[in-house]
T-cell receptor, first 110, second 114 residues
Framework: DAKTTQPPSMDCAEGRAANLPCNHS???????VYWYRQIHSQGPQYIIH???NNETNEMASLIITEDRKSSTLILPHATLRDTAVYYC???????????FGTGTRLQVFP | GAGVSQTPSNKVTEKGKYVELRCDPI?????LYWYRQSLGQGPEFLIY????????DSGLPNDRFFAVRPEGSVSTLKIQRTERGDSAVYLC????????????FGPGTRLTVL
């Protein structure tokens, strides 16, 4: 699986959009971009995934650049409960393991 | 509905002892995964089961670690002759099948080896 690079930490004001970047310059054509988050003392939680088109669900939006070498996870209206570590992962869909990096620690403040 | 459950939530043991960690996946999920998470790090893959068989055990660090899933549901991760370096949170996840995109994680078992 390709390696990802994320900033170690970010801050966001409550109610504002949180934009979390991820670089995956060595991504292969059959690898998807997945995002998980981990709230303190809990297991990771799936957020969203995509291949090359932008994706949106009830939790977030995923914007993938045309060359697929980077992506951005967008939480449109961050709340205090969105404070967590966010992991960007690239993997071949339908394969077994997730390879986590160290993620981005997002702190949402009032 | 019920999510993935793990027991115990905390386990403290002494160096050299044997421990068992249990995972109850979501009912009907055929794929089950074990990960280990050290402080400040992301989870690290250990082993993956599809049904009763271990489909990928490439993440097990050495032969002191072993996992079983005899009936294709509950899984037990077994660690022999524990070492202080085994201290971590052990996470279990399940998914509907091997082709599922989403893995559902349990809360983890915090293992402390003194």
């Amino acid at each position: 699986d390709a390696k990802t690079t994320q900033p170690p930490s970010m801050d966001c004001a409550e109610g504002r959009a949180a934009n979390l970047p991820c670089n995956h310059s060595t991504i292969s054509g059959n690898e998807y971009v997945y995002w998980y988050r981990q709230i303190h003392s809990q297991g990771p939680q799936y957020i969203i995934h995509g291949l090359k088109n932008n994706e949106t669900n009830e939790m977030a939006s995923l914007i993938i650049t045309e060359d697929r070498k980077s992506s951005t996870l967008i939480l449109p209206h961050a709340t205090l409960r969105d404070t967590a570590v966010y992991y960007c992962i690239v993997r071949v869909s339908y394969t077994d393991k997730l390879i986590f990096g160290t993620g981005t620690r997002l702190q949402v403040f009032p | 509905g019920a999510g993935v459950s793990q027991t115990p939530s905390n386990k403290v043991t002494e160096k050299g002892k044997y421990v068992e960690l249990r995972c109850d996946p979501i009912s009907g999920h055929t794929a089950l995964y074990w990960y280990r998470q050290s402080l400040g790090q992301g989870p690290e893959f250990l082993i993956y089961f599809q049904g009763t068989g271990a489909a990928d055990d490439s993440g097990l660090p050495n032969d002191r670690f072993f996992a079983v899933r005899p009936e294709g549901s509950v899984s037990t991760l077994k660690i022999q002759r524990t070492e202080r370096g085994d201290s971590a949170v052990y996470l279990c996840a399940s998914s509907l099948n091997a082709r599922s995109d989403e893995q559902f994680f349990g809360p983890g078992t915090r293992l402390t080896v003194l």
